[in-house]
């Protein structure tokens, strides 16, 4: 390299280092400011413009009991977390009751079947019992309720059901509600076909029709009807009468009454019988 070429670089070599420092110093200069400036003032990432899926809230409440909260007294399943009466519910298939035995016994509640609907002819028939069965569990000094098993199709059959209730009921006070209880049978039943939102309106029918009449309403399941048939979300302002023969709770939602077994043996009834748990509200 000349002198003379040397000599005219030097200017422009300080003058690049000039920038170059002044640049290092900038940069060190925002990075301090942006450490120390307040978070919320920070630059932050754009919020995401599509909505995040959420699972929609259920209107269900949660089951306060679990397995750890029954055990079995005098052959009976008590509740040791909270007041739960032992009830049966008959109807013709135990023939007559001894109902003096049944209370005796331990027994503080009953449910009586006022009828039923054939599964293969769709025929609507009295319980022949229903009427000696409602007065003899009245004069024993039970708390009655009812229940009807249904076989409904369509949401007006539901209200012929509860019409038969309410005939055979003619007026009768209750401390317990009018069930209805609408079961699976097979395939090869008239109701083989039945699908979910027929059988929730069927459900919503017929408990409207008893509770117009003044009585209350609860409807009978189990939980595979709630699986496959039942909307439980669209019938939440009814009680509900759970059906899960096991010694431990594990339904995941509130039921006011629990069918345990269909096996029980009771003092004055012959045979089998399902034996239930009400769950009721404690006095202060």
């Known amino acids: ?39 919320d003032s920070r630059e932050l990432p754009a919020e995401p413009t599509q909505p995040v899926a959420t699972r929609p809230v259920s209107r269900i409440p949660e089951n306060p009991y679990g397995p750890e909260d029954f055990t079995y007294e005098n052959g009976l399943l008590t509740c040791t977390a909270g ?44 319980d022949e019992y229903a009427r000696d069965n409602l007065r003899g569990a009245r004069e024993a000094g039970l708390e009655i309720g009812a229940y009807f098993y249904s076989q409904a199709l369509t949401v ?3 209200r012929e059901e509860a019409r038969l209730c309410l005939e055979v009921l003619e007026g009768m006070p209750l401390e317990l509600p009018v069930v209805y209880d609408w079961e699976y049978v097979s395939q090869e039943a008239r109701t083989g076909q039945m699908d979910r939102q027929t059988l929730t309106d069927c459900a919503r029918a017929f408990c409207d029709a008893i509770e117009a009449s003044g009585y209350e309403a609860m409807i009978y399941f189990n939980p595979a009807l709630t699986e496959s048939l039942l909307d439980l979300e669209a019938l939440t302002d009814y009680d509900w009468w759970l059906a899960m023969y096991s010694g431990e709770m594990t339904f995941p939602h509130a039921v006011e009454m629990w069918q345990y077994t269909a096996s029980g043996t009771i003092p004055g009834i012959e045979g089998d019988v399902d034996v239930n748990l009400l769950f009721v509200e404690e006095s202060e």
């Open 156 to 158: 007006e059959e539901a």
């Open 1 to 39: 390299m000349s002198p003379v070429r040397k000599k005219m670089n030097d200017p422009m070599l300080a003058l690049v280092q000039g920038f170059a420092a002044i640049s290092v110093t900038a940069a060190v200069l925002g990075l301090v400011l942006f450490l120390s400036a307040p978070r």
């Open 83 to 126: 007041a739960a009466l032992p009830g049966v519910d008959v109807s013709a298939h135990q023939g007559a009751v001894d109902w003096e035995l049944v209370r005796e016994s331990g027994i503080q509640f009953a449910m009586i079947r006022l009828g039923y609907r054939g599964y293969t002819n769709g025929g609507i028939y009295y």
